[in-house]
């Protein structure tokens, strides 16, 4: 087994403490209306590309901002001095995907209206696919995540 990078387990550890406090953002904006159930913007709730992209979940004007607004500041290095590469771009959208899972995780963990025990398909209903416990977008991303990270990190012998 290949030992863990520490620049990996610098960057990994950053992201989830970025995802903690956007989590908190998101919770108190939110309340207990996940996925911006209540919020005072529009929604697509059924359309076929949501289905293909958006795991069934609605579109909402909230989303639709704050999706790109995260992955421009993932981003932000490339504009100020760092050059781009496909393997640091790989390890940009690897953090992207990270973040997202941990956040999303975490607003149910944080969030006073939920915790672990209502982390649970009949409750969360709009996460519409499950496995093992969790939602499989869950399981899509971070096997992606994982690969992304792998190439990123990857030194030629």
């Known amino acids: 087994m290949q030992k863990i990078n520490k620049e990996f387990l610098l960057m990994f550890t950053w992201v989830a403490l970025l995802a903690?406090?956007?989590?908190?953002?998101?919770?108190?904006?939110?309340?207990?209306?996940?996925?911006?159930?209540?919020?005072?913007?529009?929604?697509i709730e059924k359309h076929w590309l949501l289905d293909l992209f958006w795991g069934g979940r609605a579109m909402t004007g909230y989303h639709a901002w704050v999706f790109p607004?995260?992955?421009?500041?993932?981003?932000?290095?490339?504009?100020?001095?760092?050059?781009?590469?496909?393997?640091?771009?790989?390890?940009?959208?690897?953090?992207?995907?990270?973040?997202?899972?941990?956040?999303?995780?975490?607003?149910?963990?944080?969030?006073?209206?939920?915790?672990?025990?209502?982390?649970?398909?009949?409750?969360?209903?709009?996460?519409?696919h499950w496995m093992w416990g969790t939602p499989i977008d869950y399981w899509i991303g971070a096997a992606v995540a994982a690969f992304l990270f792998r190439y990123s990190f990857n030194q030629p012998k």
């Open 20 to 43: 903690i406090f956007f989590s908190q953002v998101e919770i108190q904006i939110e309340g207990s209306a996940g996925w911006g159930a209540n919020l005072p913007t529009w929604r």
């Open 69 to 128: 607004f995260i992955a421009m500041f993932f981003h932000f290095p490339f504009f100020f001095g760092q050059t781009w590469t496909l393997k640091l771009q790989a390890r940009v959208i690897a953090c992207i995907i990270e973040f997202w899972i941990l956040e999303d995780f975490l607003w149910f963990v944080m969030n006073p209206a939920y915790g672990l025990p209502r982390f649970v398909p009949e409750i969360v209903n709009w996460h519409h």
